[in-house]
């Protein structure tokens, strides 16, 4: 089974400056989706940015981006101008492309503080 | 948008009660899962279901099971709450190959 790792259980930015979150991945398939979500207090899991494992250029979102290194299974989220709603557990997600890839692998989530 | 609605924020049961926590999507998915969250865990796939009357066990299907009568709707059921069901449950949808869609969690008490 993949498996899906997030290195840092909590992270904290000044409001205003650059965070980047960590995720590295496992698996033996090609072809591939991966996932950021964001869990604010309010519980609501929101779909920050994926990336599709077959196309080389990195992800974009407004002031999130990813760095996606294929070779070396990284998937790292990029948060610019951090605002104090920012602020949340941040979860790396891996998705099969294969047409039985219905499960999700889940990293364990970093807790992101915004400091003011 | 998809919209991915749960019946309940917030329960509280007794242990030893039946429990059903509702999930309703309103996008068509074919593809439907119930997570449960705890803290250091992360989430936790206790069943899914990728049609209707169709399911298939997750990683901690103990204790629970599901019901996919109609498309749209997928229920879980605690036969019997125990407290070591407490917890924060979430329900999500997905089409195929496109990222989950979560409702908004309940959390569960079971005292």
């Known amino acids: 089974a993949q498996t899906v790792t997030q290195s840092q259980p909590e992270m904290s930015v000044q409001e205003a400056e650059t965070v980047t979150l960590s995720c590295t991945y496992d698996t033996s398939e090609s072809d591939y989706y991966l996932f950021w979500y964001k869990q604010p207090p309010s519980r609501q899991m929101i779909l920050v940015i994926r990336?599709?494992?077959?196309?080389?250029q990195n992800a974009t979102e407004n002031r999130f981006s990813v760095n996606f290194q294929k070779a070396a299974k990284s998937f790292s989220l990029k948060i610019s101008d951090s605002q104090l709603g920012d602020a949340a557990m941040y979860f790396c997600a891996y998705r099969s492309a294969l047409n039985t890839g219905n499960q999700f692998y889940f990293g364990t989530g970093t807790s992101l503080t915004v400091i003011p | 948008d998809v919209k991915v609605t749960q019946s309940s924020r917030y329960l509280v049961k007794r242990t030893g009660e039946k429990v059903f926590l509702e999930c309703v999507q309103d996008m068509d998915h074919e593809n439907m899962f119930w997570y449960r969250q705890d803290p250091g865990l992360g989430l936790r796939l206790i069943y899914f279901s990728y049609d209707v009357k169709m399911k298939e066990k997750g990683d901690i299907p103990e204790g629970y099971s599901v019901s996919r009568e109609k498309k749209e709707r997928f229920s879980l059921i605690l036969e019997s709450a125990s407290t070591n069901q407490t917890s924060m449950y979430l329900c999500?949808?997905?089409?195929?190959?496109?990222?989950?869609?979560f409702g908004n969690g309940t959390r569960l008490t079971v005292t």
């Open positions: 999500a949808s997905t089409p195929p190959r496109g990222p989950l869609h």
């Open positions: 990336q599709e494992a077959y196309k080389q």
